[in-house]
C-alpha cells in the first residue's frame, strides 16, 4: 500500500460541509429595513427582478444562424415592452395571402441587432483606427434592437392606414411608429429600473438620447420638439447603420429582406455580408463622413433595391392582402370608440389614442383582434367589428374590381376626384349613392425606396486602387441594365361587397372610366 493511501484514518471523524441552495441562502437572508426598522417595500418600478446575466447569449436564428446578443441586449429583451414583438406580424395582412409569413417582429430586431454589430465588426477590421468607441457600438446594438418596439397591431396596418383615418386631421398631429419605439424605450428602462444596469456599461442619458436619434435616422424625421445632439465630429456615419436616410442601406433591410424572402418563398441574390465587408467610412462631398462601399459592390447594390420593389410587387402591396387590410381597419375603426384600453392609473384610452400611453401600449398588440371578437359576445356595440373579421375568416373579403399603372412620375388626380369621376357614369343616382358607399379607391407606389429618384446616386464608391477616396457612380457606369424609372405608381378600386352583379356592374364603370381617361 502506498504511504498516501496508509495515511488515510478510518476511524478520523469525516467533517461534511453542506452547501445551502441559493433560494435556501435568500430564505435565510433577512430583509432590508427602512429607518424605521420595517421590511423595505419594492418599488413600484421593479415590480420584476430583472438580474443582470453574466455573459452575452446565444440565439438560433432561422436566418443568420447562431448568433450572440449582449448582455444589455438580453436584459432589454426580457421585458414586457420588448415581449410584445412576439405577438406583431412581421408582415402584417400579408400573411393571409402567404401562409408561411407567421414570422414576428421579435425575431427581426433580434436579427437587426446582431447585424449592427456585424456591421460594426467589418468597419474596424477595415479600418483598425475608425472612430467607434465601445458605447457607440452597444448604442448602435440597443437601437437595432428597439428600433420597431413601437409599431402597432399588424404593424403598418396600424401605423400607417388606422391611425390617419381617425387622427390625420388633427392639429399639429405628426407620429411615426418610430416616435413610439422612443417613448416606449424611455417606458422600458424606467419601469424596469434599467439605467442602473445601463449605467454599469458606461450608458448614461446622453446615450440614450443618442439610441433614439440612431431609431429616427435624421433631424426630419424626429418628432417635432425634439432637440437633435448629434454623436460628436466626423460620427455622422453611425447614423447610417440602423436607419439610413441618406440612401436607404442599412441593417433594417439587410434582415427583413432575407427573413421576409425566406418565408414568404421569394428568392433573393442580394449578399448583405458581402457589402458590409466591403464598407468602409470616408468623408462626402459635404464634408460629413459616410459609409462608402467599394466600386465592384454596386451592382450588389442594386441588387438591394430591386429586391425591396420585388418584396413589395408581389408581396407588400399584393391586391389581396390589401382588401384584407381594409377590412381589418375597418373593424378597428368600427370598435374605436366600444374597446376601452385602461392606464395603470385608470383612464380609459381608446385604440386610436393607445400610442399616447406606453402602460397601455405594452399590450396593445395583434390581439386585440382576438379581444374584438371576445367582447362582441357582450357587447353590441362591436356587432359590425365582428361581422367584418368574422368575413375575413370566411375569405369574403372585399372584391377587387380593377386597377390602372398611372404614367411614370405622375400621381394622378386625388382620390375622391377619380372616384367621383368613375361613378358619375352610373345610371341612375339610386346607383351612384349605392357606389358612393360600398367602392373605394386604393393607391399603391412601389420604387427603390427614394419616390422617382435612383438611391445608388447617393452612395459613396471607393476605387479599388485608392481605398481614401470617395466617389459617385452613374447608371451607365455600372451596367445598361439599370431602370430608366425608379417609382410606378397604381390606382385600385374596390367594393365593399360580394354580390355578382355589384361586381359586374362595378367593372364596366371601371373599363368605362378607364378608356376615358
Not at 399639429?172 to 416606449?184: K, M, T
Not at 444596469?197 to 448614461?204: F, H
Not at 464634408?287 to 442594386?302: L, R, S
Not at 374596390?494 to 381617361?517: G, M, N, Q, T
Amino acid at each position: 500500500m502506498s504511504s498516501e493511501s496508509s495515511s488515510y484514518n478510518s476511524t478520523s471523524p469525516v467533517k461534511l460541509v453542506t452547501h445551502a441552495s441559493p433560494l435556501a441562502a435568500m430564505a435565510q437572508k433577512p430583509p432590508s429595513l427602512d429607518e424605521h426598522g420595517r421590511p423595505k417595500k419594492r418599488s413600484k418600478h421593479n415590480k420584476h427582478l430583472f438580474h443582470e446575466p453574466a455573459k452575452e447569449k446565444i440565439f438560433n436564428d432561422s436566418i443568420h444562424g447562431h448568433v450572440a446578443i449582449h448582455p444589455v441586449c438580453i436584459v432589454l429583451v426580457d421585458t414586457p415592452q420588448f415581449q410584445r414583438l412576439r405577438d406583431l406580424l412581421q408582415v402584417g395582412p400579408t400573411y393571409y395571402v402567404f401562409p408561411g409569413a407567421s414570422h414576428r417582429r421579435f425575431a427581426h430586431c433580434i436579427g437587426v441587432s446582431y447585424l449592427a454589430g456585424v456591421f460594426v465588426d467589418n468597419l474596424r477590421k477595415n479600418q483598425p483606427g475608425i472612430n467607434i468607441s465601445p458605447s457607440d457600438e452597444l448604442c448602435i446594438k440597443i437601437a437595432g434592437l428597439c428600433h420597431d418596439l413601437g409599431h402597432g397591431p399588424f404593424s403598418h396596418t396600424y401605423d400607417g392606414k388606422f391611425v390617419k383615418i381617425l387622427r390625420g386631421s388633427e392639429p399639429g398631429f405628426d407620429w411615426a411608429h418610430e416616435h413610439a419605439s422612443a417613448a416606449l424605450l424611455d417606458h422600458l428602462l424606467e419601469s424596469n429600473n434599467l439605467m442602473p444596469t445601463l449605467e454599469k456599461y458606461d450608458l448614461g442619458p446622453d446615450d440614450v438620447h443618442f439610441i433614439k436619434e440612431l431609431i429616427f435616422g435624421s433631424p426630419a424625421d424626429a418628432p417635432k420638439d425634439w432637440v437633435w445632439k448629434g454623436r460628436g465630429k466626423d460620427k455622422d456615419f453611425l447614423y447610417e447603420i440602423v436607419a439610413n436616410h441618406r440612401n436607404g442601406i442599412d441593417v433594417d433591410k439587410f434582415d427583413y429582406f432575407a427573413r421576409d424572402c425566406k418565408h414568404l418563398g421569394i428568392p433573393t441574390s442580394f449578399d448583405a455580408h458581402r457589402l458590409m465587408r466591403f464598407a468602409r467610412v470616408l468623408k462626402g462631398p459635404d464634408g460629413k463622413t459616410q459609409i462608402a462601399y467599394h466600386e465592384k459592390e454596386a451592382w450588389n447594390i442594386y441588387e438591394l433595391f430591386h429586391t425591396r420593389y420585388n418584396l413589395h410587387k408581389r408581396a407588400y402591396q399584393h391586391r389581396v392582402a390589401h382588401a384584407v387590410e381594409a377590412m381589418l381597419v375597418d373593424a378597428l375603426v368600427a370598435a374605436n370608440e366600444a374597446i376601452a384600453l385602461t392606464t395603470d392609473s385608470g383612464e380609459v384610452v381608446r385604440m386610436s389614442h393607445a400610442m399616447d400611453h406606453m402602460d397601455v401600449y405594452t399590450d396593445f398588440t395583434d390581439s386585440i383582434f382576438k379581444r374584438i371578437e371576445w367582447e362582441a359576445k357582450s357587447n353590441p356595440k362591436l356587432v359590425t367589428a365582428k361581422k367584418i373579421l368574422a368575413q375575413v375568416k370566411r375569405r369574403e373579403l372585399y372584391s377587387f374590381i380593377g386597377e390602372t399603372l398611372l404614367a411614370s412620375g405622375g400621381k394622378g388626380e386625388a382620390d375622391a376626384i377619380i372616384l367621383t369621376s368613375l361613378i358619375s357614369r352610373c345610371n341612375s343616382e339610386e346607383e351612384k349613392r349605392m357606389f358612393q358607399e360600398i367602392m373605394f379607391v386604393n393607391r399603391v407606389k412601389i420604387n427603390y425606396g427614394m419616390g422617382n429618384k435612383n438611391p445608388v446616386d447617393h452612395v459613396l464608391f471607393y476605387l479599388r486602387n485608392d481605398n481614401d477616396t470617395g466617389g459617385y457612380l452613374s447608371k451607365d457606369q455600372v451596367s445598361c441594365f439599370i431602370p430608366e424609372f425608379f417609382e410606378e405608381s397604381y390606382i385600385r378600386f374596390y367594393i365593399k361587397s360580394r354580390d355578382p352583379v355589384h361586381c359586374r356592374r362595378a367593372k364596366e364603370l371601371f373599363r368605362a372610366w378607364r378608356e376615358a381617361e
